[in-house]
Each structure stands twice: as C-alpha cells, then as structure tokens.
C-alpha cells in the first residue's frame, strides 16, 4: 500500500524499522546477556555450593581433629595414669623385693637351725645306739653276775650246811696248841689273846701246834662301849664290839653283822681272826701264813 505520505511514512517506517532493529540486536544482546549471567550465576551458584561442601569437610575435618586433640589429650591424661599406677607398681615390687629378701634370710637361718638340729638328733641316735650296745652287754654281764650269784648261794649254802656239822674251832693265835669249840669259846682263857675263827678244817695240819699270831699292842677302853676305830669293808661303818680281821689279806675287815651273813662274798678260803678287845695292828702282810687254809673243792674256783 502506497500513501502520500508514504516517503516520510517510509522514514517513518524506515526509522521505525531502524529503531526494532536496534531494539531487538538490543533485546537479543540482554538476551545473550542474561543468558550469559545466568550462566554465570548457575557457575557461582555450583561454585557456592562446592565452597559449601569444600567448608562443611573443613568443618569434619577441623570437628575430627578436635575429636583427634580430645582424644590425644585423654590419651596424655591416661598415660599419667597408667605412669603412676607403673610408679606404685615399682614401689610394690621393690617393696615385695625387700620382704623377699627378708624372708629369704629367715628361710636360710631357719635351714641352719634346721641344720644343727638334723645334726643333734644324727649325735643324739648315735648316742642312743651306743647305749643301746652298753645296755646290751650290760644285760649280758648282769645276766652272768646273777648266774654267779646263784652259784655262789648255793655253794654258800653247802658251805654252811658243812658248817652246821663240822661246828667251828676257836684256835688261840698266842698259845702253840690251844683249841676249843663255839660252846667254850666265852669260856676264861687269857682275855689279851686273840683267837682265830676257823668254820672249815685246815688242810695242813703243820700249824695244828704253832701259835700263829704276833704280840698286838692292847688299847685300853671301857668294855662296855668299845669302838676298833677300823671301818668294815662290806657295810662301810665303824666296827663297834667284835672285829673281824682276814689272816689273808693285808687290810680286810668285817664288823659282827657282815660276817655272820650267810651269803658274805669274801673268799671262803680265808680265815679271820676274832678281835675282842681293841688292838693295834701294824704289820702291811698277811697275818697268817698262805699255807694255814681250808680245803675247799668247789668254792676255790669262784
Ligand atoms: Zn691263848
Ligand atoms: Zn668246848
Ligand atoms: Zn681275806
Ligand atoms: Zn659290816
């Protein structure tokens, strides 16, 4: 369609068309701008959101390094612990090292102790065997003692049977031949003379008429209370009254008591003289001769 006015119209137009042209390069170049910024804010948008991810593993990690730091220093304050309970420990043992150490002397004295015991108790069997042997041939000997004493009982025995028949003789040891028997023997005969008791008969009949007594010097003493001043071999007390004094040996003496004892065990071949009146007796032998004794078969081997 063409108007009269058409030219300006056209200019119009023209401008017109100039001005959408420009409007629309204008459009298209917000277009492509906002394009473009969305762009760029879809970028800064991801760009936030990698910063937030970026921040919160930041944040992990600086939360699992604090757990870390926490728990190191739990780890410090366990060590302490445990380095004290180490110290106590070591305390404890050194403690339990000295009472061993203690113990350990007492054990050793103990087994000293223990020691000398085993030792003493060792002494004490040997002892205690040894006695046991003596005690032994103490039995044996003591079994042939008693054996010896019954012997000797009945040999005694027979003896005095013999003597109970035979009677005793009375020899005067100061006149040559001068005997009487137990029946006159209180008889007056002179009182310094001292008589010899014989209970068995003599087997050398040399003597028979021989006085066989040396002179002994007479003490004078109250007849009533006449003490020998001698001890009696068998009881061991002062011989009081009558002494009895072996022709055989050179110092045996009885008092009255011991040698009317049956079973008195001085040897039966040994004659004894009568003391009466205390004497002095000095001579260091035999008073009778060797020879002056009974005949005894069986008691002159025991
Ligand atoms: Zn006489
Ligand atoms: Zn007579
Ligand atoms: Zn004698
Ligand atoms: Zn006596």
């Known amino acids: 369609m063409e108007h009269p006015s058409s030219a300006s119209s056209n200019n119009n137009n023209n401008n017109v068309a100039d001005n959408k042209s420009n409007n629309l390069t204008e459009i298209k170049q917000l277009k492509s701008r906002y394009y473009e910024s969305e762009l760029e804010r879809e970028g800064l948008n991801s760009l936030t959101e990698s910063l937030k991810s970026k921040i919160r593993a930041l944040q992990q990690q600086i939360f699992s390094q604090e757990s870390t730091i926490k728990s190191a220093q739990d780890l410090i304050s366990q060590k302490e612990i445990l380095l004290d309970q180490i110290?106590?420990?070591?305390?404890?043992?050194?403690?339990?090292?000295?009472?061993?150490?203690?113990?350990?002397k007492e054990i050793f004295s103990l087994k000293e102790n223990n020691n000398g015991y085993i030792k003493k108790y060792n002494e004490l069997q040997q002892q205690n065997v040894q006695i046991q042997q003596k005690n032994n041939l103490l039995e044996v000997d003591k079994q042939q003692l008693s054996k010896k004493l019954k012997e000797i009982e009945e040999e005694n025995n027979l003896l005095n049977k013999e003597l109970k028949q035979l009677g005793i003789r009375y020899k005067c040891g100061h006149c040559d031949n001068y005997d009487i028997c137990s029946n006159c023997e209180t008889s007056n005969h002179?009182?310094?003379?001292?008589?010899?008791?014989?209970?068995?008969?003599?087997?050398?009949?040399?003597?028979?008429?021989?006085?066989?007594?040396?002179?002994?010097?007479?003490?004078?003493?109250?007849?009533?209370?006449?003490?020998?001043?001698?001890?009696?071999?068998?009881?061991?007390?002062?011989?009081?009254?009558?002494?009895?004094?072996?022709?055989?040996?050179?110092?045996?003496?009885?008092?009255v008591i011991c040698e009317a004892y049956p079973f008195n065990l001085h040897d039966p071949t040994h004659v004894f003289i009568k003391i009466k009146r205390p004497v002095q007796i000095d001579s260091n032998e035999a008073i009778l001769p060797l020879e002056f004794r009974p005949i005894i078969t069986k008691a002159a081997n025991v």
């Open 190 to 255: 002179n009182r310094d003379h001292v008589f010899i008791k014989i209970k068995r008969p003599i087997g050398n009949d040399r003597f028979a008429r021989t006085a066989l007594l040396p002179e002994f010097k007479l003490i004078e003493q109250n007849e009533q209370d006449i003490d020998h001043k001698t001890v009696c071999n068998v009881c061991h007390k002062n011989i009081k009254g009558i002494r009895y004094k072996c022709g055989h040996c050179v110092k045996f003496e009885m008092c």
């Open 87 to 104: 110290e106590r420990y070591k305390q404890k043992v050194t403690d339990s090292e000295s009472h061993l150490s203690t113990i350990k």
